[in-house]
């Protein structure tokens, strides 16, 4: 059987699909970031703002080398609510 270029798109588009499925789930077991006081301002930043870049701007203030080192082989660090998810518990 020969593949058209039709069914090339189609193998490219499942492919991504599976390929999105699995990086989204293999994210899911990253830490959430910890609803308590040191956090809970930035939770207020991301219901106010909706900007995830905007909480964000200061996590390195506290994570960094000096006051609370990352794991060894920690991801490249900046953007880190791409990884480590907001959730906030239901009051
Ligand atoms: C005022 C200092 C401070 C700031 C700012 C801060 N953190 Fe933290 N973070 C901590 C401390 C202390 C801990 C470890 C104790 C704990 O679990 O609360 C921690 C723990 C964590 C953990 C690990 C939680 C776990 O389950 O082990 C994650 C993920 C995290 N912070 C993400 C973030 C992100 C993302 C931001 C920016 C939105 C941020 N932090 C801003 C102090 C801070
Ligand atoms: C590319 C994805 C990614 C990004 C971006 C990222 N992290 Fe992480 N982070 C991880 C993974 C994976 C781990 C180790 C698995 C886990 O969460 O236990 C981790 C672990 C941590 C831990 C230790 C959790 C523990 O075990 O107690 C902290 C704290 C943390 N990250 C904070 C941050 C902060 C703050 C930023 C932004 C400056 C950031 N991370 C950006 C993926 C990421």
């Known amino acids: 059987m020969k593949l058209t270029k039709k069914d090339w798109i ?4 499942a492919v991504a699909i599976l390929a ?3 990086l989204i789930t293999g994210k899911e077991k990253t830490k959430h ?5 040191n956090h809970r ?3 207020e930043v991301l ?5 995830k870049i905007e909480a964000e701007k200061e996590c390195e203030e506290c994570h960094n080398d000096r006051v609370i080192p990352f794991p060894k082989g920690h991801p490249p660090k900046n ?3 791409l990884c ?8």
Do not use: E, S, W
């Open 20 to 22: 999105t499925f699995f």
């Open 33 to 37: 970031v910890p609803y308590d006081t």
């Open 41 to 43: 301002p930035y939770f």
């Open 47 to 51: 219901q106010k703002t909706g900007n």
């Open 84 to 91: 480590h998810k907001m959730i906030q518990p239901r009051q």
């Open 79 to 81: 953007r880190c609510l």
């Open 10 to 13: 189609f193998i490219a588009v």
